[in-house]
C-alpha cells in the first residue's frame, strides 16, 4: 500500500537534524539520495515532494536514521 507522504512539511524547517550523519547518502543502499534541501535548494523543489512513499519502504529506515537522512528515489519506489 502507497501512502502518499507528499507536501508533509507542517512545523518542517527545512533541514535535518544535526548531527554527523552523511545525508547525502541514502539510509537503505549507501547511494547518493539527492536531496535538494542538502543540496541548499527549497524543499518544494526536492524529488520526494512529489512523490509517494511507501510506508513499508519508510519502515525500513534505521530508527537511528530516521528524520536524519533521506532514502534515494530508486529506494523509495521499491528498486533496490
Known amino acids: ?3 502518499d507522504k507528499t507536501n508533509d ?3 518542517d524547517t527545512g533541514r535535518m537534524s544535526s548531527d554527523n ?7 537503505l543502499c ?3 539520495n539527492g536531496c535538494a534541501i542538502e543540496a541548499g535548494r527549497e524543499v518544494e523543489s526536492c524529488w520526494c515532494m512529489r512523490r509517494a512513499i511507501g510506508e513499508d519502504v519508510l519502515a ?3 530508527l537511528s ?3 536524519r537522512t ?3 528515489p530508486a529506494c523509495a519506489a ?3
Open 60 to 62: 525500513s529506515v534505521p
Open 70 to 72: 533521506c532514502i534515494c
Open 21 to 27: 550523519t552523511d545525508r547525502d547518502c541514502c539510509p
Open 30 to 32: 549507501g547511494g547518493p
Open 78 to 80: 521499491g528498486g533496490k
Open 1 to 3: 500500500m502507497m501512502t
Open 9 to 11: 512539511l507542517s512545523g
Open 65 to 67: 536514521l530516521r528524520g
